[in-house]
């Protein structure tokens, strides 16, 4: 109805490994994004280890423990076996999902409306970009400084059904 607001984010957090320096920093600043808004609260974590086979049992026992979760987000690999779970529950539709990486199963997920978005990333252009500034910077003796692979993305990087032919998947997930 109009003037009534939304249905809070209850969400949970897929690890990849919780322990490791680069899943503390993307939750860190996951954490930051999401804390101007009070509809959006991760209240559990779980881990994939890059794996969608873990990331299906760690969705599956967030399910279980809690019936009204409407929110996972993780890397591809976690939300790949996370979306199996929340159809093999017949919640499709109910448990937004929102992965990063911009694999092919994530435009695929994002593209039948399965996922609800993505955020990309760029790992062969990376690669390229490295060995082309390595190169460059052998031949000068001059760095190329920062180059982000990501910048010339469409809407900033986020993938949604609106936009998702507009990516082009650099990993299958």
């Given at each position: ?5 939304p ?23 996951f954490?930051?994004a999401?804390?101007?808004d ?14 969608p ?6 969705v ?8 009204g ?5 993780g890397?591809d690999?976690?939300?790949?076996g ?6 093999a529950a017949?919640?499709t539709g109910?448990v ?9 199963a994530a435009?695929a997920?994002?593209a039948?409306g399965?996922w ?5 990333q760029?790992?062969?252009s990376?690669?390229r970009l ?10 000068t003796g001059k760095?190329?400084?920062g180059?982000?692979p990501?910048?010339?993305l469409?809407?900033g ?9 507009q990516?082009t998947a650099e990993?299958?997930?």
């Amino acid at each position: 109805m109009p003037g009534q607001e939304p249905e809070p984010l209850q969400g949970r957090y897929l690890y990849d490994i919780k322990a490791s320096a680069l899943d503390v920093a993307i939750y860190g600043a996951f954490g930051k994004a999401i804390a101007a808004d009070p509809g959006v609260k991760i209240v559990a974590q779980g881990q994939s280890f890059f794996s969608p086979t873990t990331g299906l049992t760690a969705v599956q026992d967030m399910l279980t423990a809690d019936p009204g979760l409407n929110l996972i987000v993780g890397s591809d690999q976690g939300i790949e076996g996370g979306a199996q779970a929340v159809q093999a529950a017949h919640r499709t539709g109910q448990v937004i999902l929102v992965g990063y990486g911009a694999s092919a199963a994530a435009l695929a997920g994002v593209a039948s409306g399965a996922w609800y978005a993505d955020v990309a990333q760029a790992p062969a252009s990376e690669g390229r970009l490295a060995v082309q500034a390595l190169v460059a910077a052998l031949r000068t003796g001059k760095s190329s400084g920062g180059i982000d692979p990501v910048a010339q993305l469409p809407d900033g990087g986020v993938v949604t059904k609106a936009n998702v032919g507009q990516f082009t998947a650099e990993w299958p997930g």
